[in-house]
């Protein structure tokens, strides 16, 4: 029997467990070498056996690389009739590192045309929907990236929750961009990873040995930077907001994907907040449609962590915010999601958690995931 059973459940995280070599065979010849993954030395594989692929029950089984589907595209495909989620966004995992930091804008741009490739290979089923990742350092790089990924179909647009370049994702040379997407329907994403990473190494300077990551590793969050994870993702928001963007397209969805979602009730009282305080004087605050609350509302939605008291989110700031995402085959997904999240939904309507597992997504995603409903 399906994991999820009874409702329609769209799940707005996974990821692929890349190999190293994942980019090269859809790189350009002058950038294969250069786009091969060389694994820090505290990820190199370990010499214990891999513990066994599990198809039943493989929400509760093993997690990351030796996950049923984590790397395999016709296994994805079985994993999700176990999970029975009707359609599924896939993020990459470490695609993305051996060029999403360079230096030389040739080489990030030749990366992400690569790891879109091999995403639209990986999520050739329908329900597999391919977040394909477009920088926006240069807006016509940026344009012609979108373009091809969605001509190949991905379904979604993963930007990092960055300044691009010298300028506010919100800039008028950037209108191209976002008005591909809002033309086609095709959704920004805003993800943990690509720009998420604010908190500066200072801080990290404590006198005390490092301790290890949640899942006793080197690469992952610690405490701290959990703490100041969404402050990318509200900076972001914020500069559309107050650039006007929203109102310009106010087609363009998009979604705030594994920052968790706590602090989403307080960063909306904070935008009305500083509307009401700049306002009088801020002509850009006056020529805004609604206030900011209701402008995120409109045209955002987000993720809660698992252990987070969803109930609690969609009580205090509406059920109309919030999505489902199980976030496998990470581990942080954890063994149950489902059933994490509904033992906060107690007060619940079934028209809230309609909005949560399905609506909400359908929302955002368009007409690509209502035939798969």
């Known amino acids: 029997m399906p994991y999820a059973t009874g409702r329609v459940i769209h799940d707005a995280d996974s990821h692929v467990m890349e190999p190293a070599d994942w980019l090269v065979a859809f790189a350009d010849e002058p950038y294969r070498e250069r ?20 198809i039943e029950g493989l929400i509760a089984g093993p997690k990351g690389r030796f996950a049923f589907g984590a790397r395999d595209s016709d296994e994805r495909s079985r994993a999700l009739d176990e999970l029975g989620f009707s359609s599924q966004l896939v993020f990459p995992t470490s695609g993305l590192r051996p060029f999403r930091t360079s230096s030389d804008p040739n080489v990030v741009y030749a990366g992400a045309r690569a790891a879109n490739r091999a995403m639209a290979a990986f999520c050739e089923d329908k329900r597999l929907i391919g977040v394909a990742y477009v920088p926006l350092d240069d807006p016509g790089r ?42 086609t329907r095709t959704p920004f994403m805003l993800h943990i990873g690509a720009g998420s990473r604010v908190l500066p190494q200072e801080y990290t300077n404590n006198g005390k040995p490092r301790a290890p990551d949640l899942h006793g590793g080197g690469e992952n969050l610690r405490f701290k930077d959990y703490v100041v994870l969404p402050h990318s993702a509200e900076m972001f928001l914020a500069a559309l907001v107050y ?39 801020d002509p850009y605050l006056q020529a805004l449609s609604a206030k900011p609350s209701e402008i995120i509302r409109r045209q955002v939605k ?13 009580r205090d700031s509406g059920a109309d915010l919030y999505m489902f995402s199980s976030d496998y085959p990470h581990p942080e997904g ?15 309507t079934e028209a809230d958690r309609e909005l949560f597992y399905a609506k909400n997504f359908e929302q955002m995603m368009g007409e690509r995931v209502l035939a798969l409903a």
């Open 35 to 54: 786009l091969m993954r060389r694994e820090p030395t505290a990820a190199a594989p370990s010499a214990r056996p891999a513990p066994e692929k599990v």
């Open 142 to 183: 940026a344009v012609e990236e979108a373009q091809e990924a969605i001509r190949l179909g991905c379904g979604a647009i993963w930007v990092p929750s960055t300044p691009a370049g010298d300028k506010s994702p919100g800039h008028p040379a950037l209108d191209p961009f976002w008005s591909l997407l809002a033309e």
């Open 243 to 281: 650039d006007g963007l929203f109102d310009r397209l106010p087609e363009l969805k998009g979604g705030v994907i594994e920052h968790g979602a706590y602090w989403v009730p307080a960063f909306l009282r904070q935008m009305d907040m500083g509307q009401r305080s700049f306002g009088r004087t």
């Open 302 to 314: 987000f993720t809660p962590f698992p252990g987070e008291d969803a109930g609690y989110l969609i």
């Open 334 to 348: 954890t063994n149950d999601p489902i059933g994490r999240f509904e033992r906060t939904f107690t007060e619940l």
